[in-house]
Nanobody, 125 residues
Framework: VQLVESGGGLVQAGDSLRLSCAASGFKFSNYNMGWFRRAPGKEREFVAAIDRSLVSDNTLYSDSVKGRFTISRDNAKNSVYLQMNTLKPEDTAVYYC?????????????????WGMGTQVTVSS
């Protein structure tokens, strides 16, 4: 199983970034996908999640990113994305792609079976 994140970098406050996560080694369309992040000196926190079914258009966001970030997925490409707009310095963190086999969108770390290695996002003020 592999989850490989890409798209991180150094940007200025107000800029946008799009993170990508390429999944392999499991049946992608059977898994809910999501993103967590860990800021310097802080615990990992939930960012967003998207249901396995594209029909339901079911997503979940943390309050801190709602309205600024958008999660999406392409089951044909085994990929999940995180479009991040209006970035703030407090969004600086390592962002992790995650996958969960259990039904229902979850915001807790232990709900997710697989984790990527992370990609660094740094937002300067």
């Amino acid at each position: 199983v592999q989850l490989v994140e890409s798209g991180g970098g150094l940007v200025q406050a107000g800029d946008s970034l799009r993170l990508s996560c390429a999944a392999s080694g499991f049946k992608f369309s059977n898994y809910n996908m999501g993103w967590f992040r860990r800021a310097p000196g802080k615990e990992r926190e939930f960012v967003a999640a998207i249901d396995r079914s594209l029909v339901s258009d079911n997503t979940l966001y943390s309050d801190s990113v709602k309205g600024r970030f958008t999660i999406s997925r392409d089951n044909a490409k085994n990929s999940v994305y995180l479009q991040m707009n209006t970035l703030k310095p407090e969004d600086t963190a390592v962002y992790y792609c995650v996958a969960a086999s259990r039904p229902g969108l979850q915001a807790t770390m232990n709900a997710y079976n697989f984790w990527g290695m992370g990609t660094q996002v740094t937002v300067s003020s």
